[in-house]
C-alpha cells in the first residue's frame, strides 16, 4: 500500500499545484474584476446594455447611429463618474444616471443653466429691510413649502431661463405670504418682455424684478404659459405686483439665512457639478464661485448629523435631486449661494 501511496505523489503534487493556480487566478480575477468596478462596474457590452435601458426610461433617441455611438461614449464616461463619485465613502451627497446622462457637462450648462452675473460696481436697489431683524427660536429651520408660500416644481426645459423662474418663484412666495393666496405666475412673460436680459441665452434677477415693477406686475402661468422659447412680449394684465427689490448683503448668511425666514429669496450658484446630484447635502468642495445658474431658496434646516444647509428650488423637473430640490451646504458659502441673492417687496 505505501509504495502505491509513494507512486501516486507527482500525481498528488501536480493536482495540488494545479489547484493552487486555480485558486490564484480566482483571486486575481477578483480583484481585477473589483478594479473594474471602482471604475463604473460594467463591460463595454454591459455598459451598452445599460445604456439601452437607460434610452428607455427616458424616451430618448438618435438621429443616426453615428448620434447613438457618440451619446454612449458620452453616458459612459458619466455612468463611470457617478459611479465613482458614489463609491467614496463619507460623501454627504449621492448622484444618479439621470436623464442628463447622456450630455457632456458643458452641453448640461449651456442648456440648463443661464444666469449672468450683475457686474461689479452695478447700481442696485438701495437698503436691507431685515438688516436689524433677529432669528427666533421657531425660525432655526425654515421651509417655505409648508407654509404654502411655494408653488410645485416647474421645469425650465431646454431654455436659459433659470433667472426667469428664480425670479418669479420668489414674487409668488412674497405674494402668497402677504396676502394668503398662492398663484401661479407666468415666467413667460418675464422671458419674452424684460428688458436688459436676454431671454433663453441667460439673464438676472435683479433685472427680472425690475421688469416686473416696471410693468406695474405680473400675470398668471395659464394666462400666459411657458413655451421654453423667447417670443414677443404680449399685453396682459397684471394679476400680481411688487413694489421693488433688495440685495442681500455679499458674502453673508447670517443676512441671507435672516431673509429666508421671512420670503423665499433668489440666489445664484455655481452649478456645474449639479447634474446628476440626486440627493443629500451638496458640500462646498464639489463647486467653486463661478455663478451660472439661479435657484430660489425656500428654506433651511440641520440634517440628523447636524449638517447645516440651505433648501433651494430648481426648475430642472420634479426628477431630478430630491423631488425637484437641492439641499446645499450652508456655513461655507458653498457653491457661491450668497454672493448674488436678491428679493422683491411686496406693494401691499
Known amino acids: 500500500m505505501a509504495s502505491n501511496i509513494g507512486g501516486n505523489k507527482p500525481r498528488i503534487t501536480a493536482a495540488l499545484m494545479l489547484l493552487a493556480v486555480i485558486t490564484m487566478m480566482g483571486h486575481i480575477f477578483v480583484e481585477v474584476e473589483a478594479r473594474d468596478m471602482s471604475a463604473g462596474g460594467y463591460s463595454e457590452e454591459a455598459m451598452k446594455a445599460r445604456h439601452h435601458k437607460w434610452m428607455a426610461e427616458h424616451g430618448r433617441t438618435y438621429n443616426d447611429e453615428a448620434e447613438k455611438v457618440h451619446r454612449f461614449q458620452v453616458f459612459k464616461e458619466n455612468a463611470a463618474f457617478v459611479d465613482r463619485s458614489n463609491a467614496i465613502g463619507g460623501k454627504k451627497y449621492r448622484l444618479a444616471v439621470n436623464k442628463f446622462a447622456d450630455m457632456t457637462n458643458d452641453e448640461f450648462l449651456a442648456i440648463y443653466t443661464g444666469f449672468k452675473p450683475v457686474p461689479t460696481g452695478a447700481k442696485k436697489m438701495p437698503g436691507f429691510k431685515y438688516e436689524n431683524f433677529t432669528l427666533s427660536d421657531d425660525q432655526q429651520a425654515v421651509d417655505w413649502r409648508k407654509q404654502g408660500a411655494v408653488t410645485g416644481v416647474k421645469n425650465q426645459g431646454t431654455c436659459g431661463s433659470c433667472w426667469a423662474f428664480s425670479a418669479v418663484a420668489a414674487v409668488e412666495g412674497i ?4 396676502t394668503g393666496n398662492l398663484i401661479s405666475l407666468s415666467e413667460q412673460q418675464v422671458l419674452d418682455c424684460s428688458t436688459g436680459n436676454n431671454g433663453c441665452n441667460g439673464g438676472s434677477m435683479d433685472k427680472a424684478f425690475q421688469y416686473i415693477i416696471n410693468n406695474g406686475g405680473l400675470t398668471t402661468e395659464d394666462t400666459y404659459p411657458y413655451t ?3 417670443g414677443m412680449c404680449q399685453s396682459v394684465q397684471p394679476t400680481v405686483t411688487i413694489s421693488s427689490y433688495q440685495d442681500v448683503p455679499s458674502n453673508n448668511e447670517d443676512a441671507l439665512a435672516t431673509a429666508v425666514a421671512n420670503q423665499p429669496v433668489s440666489v445664484a450658484v455655481d452649478a456645474h457639478n449639479f447634474q446628476f446630484y440626486n440627493g443629500g447635502i451638496m458640500t462646498g468642495e464639489s463647486c467653486g464661485n463661478n455663478l451660472n445658474h439661479a435657484v430660489t431658496a425656500v428654506g433651511y434646516g440641520t440634517a440628523e448629523d447636524g449638517s447645516q444647509y440651505w433648501l433651494l428650488k430648481n426648475q430642472w423637473g420634479q426628477n431630478w435631486g430630491e423631488g425637484g430640490y437641492m439641499r ?16 422683491p417687496v411686496a406693494s401691499y
Do not use: K, P, W
Open 228 to 230: 421654453a422659447a423667447q
Open 175 to 178: 405674494h402668497q405670504i402677504t
Open 328 to 343: 446645499l451646504e450652508r456655513g461655507t458659502g458653498a457653491c457661491g449661494v450668497a454672493q448674488q441673492a436678491s428679493y
